[in-house]
Structures are given as C-alpha cells and as structure tokens.
C-alpha cells in the first residue's frame, strides 16, 4: 500500500490515525511538528536520499512550525511539491482558506473525523495520484 507521513502535534490523533490506515495495509511515519516533518522528508538538512511519502496528512496548528508554514516550505522544493496533502483541523473554514491556492492540498477534514470516510477519502486520493 502507500507510505503516509501523519503530521500532528496530537499524539491521540496520530495513534487513531496509525490504527486506522495500518489496518489498510499503510506505512505510517510521524512527525510532531513542520520542521520534524522537514528532517524527515529530507528538507532540511537537505537529504535527497530519503525516501518520500505517498501522502502527507496535516495538522494546521502545531508548536514550533504549523501546517501552513510547512506546506509553503514544500510547495518551494522541486522534490516534494507535488506530494498530496490532507489538511486535518479542528479550526474549520478560516484556516482552510488560507490553502485555497495550494496545489498540493487534496483535501480538507474537519476534527473530530470519522475513520471511514477519511479512509475512503485517502483511498481516492491515492488512487488519484497513482492515475495521474
């Protein structure tokens, strides 16, 4: 299946979110904030060596750097613009707007989430990606 790189600084939504897509057969990596999820795509410190996720699933606000800070972070590096992302918040339509030109930004869900509909949503995002 699909690697998934789950970016929240909320450890009851990152372990929901690790039982719900490994039961899928994903590989779940974690980071708690952007710029743990910068070290682990090899961004910075640039590392083109890493193997980058088929999904970034993302949490809007988060300590140190937030959801917004890192997806302009990626959308500048040629390697991992084109990486889909699923905007995970609790924050609803204001901080969606703030991605509204984001090409990346495959989708949007509001939390608290139901686990079936976020799977048949990655599903198809992922079928997308491998389509297209």
Known sequence: MATILVVDDE??????????????GHTILEASNGQVALE??????????VALPD???????MPIMDGYALNNRLQKEDRTKSIPILV??????RMRDLFELAP???AYVQKPFDPKMLREL???ILAAKKAG
Do not use: C, H
């Open 40 to 49: 682990r795509l090899g961004v910075d410190p640039p590392m083109l060596d």
């Open 88 to 93: 995970l918040t609790a924050k609803g339509q």
């Open 11 to 24: 450890a009851e939504i990152v372990t929901l979110l690790r039982f719900v897509l490994e039961r899928d």
């Open 55 to 61: 999904l970034i699933i993302l949490d809007i606000m």
């Open 122 to 124: 990655i599903t198809g």
């Open 104 to 106: 990346n930004v495959a």
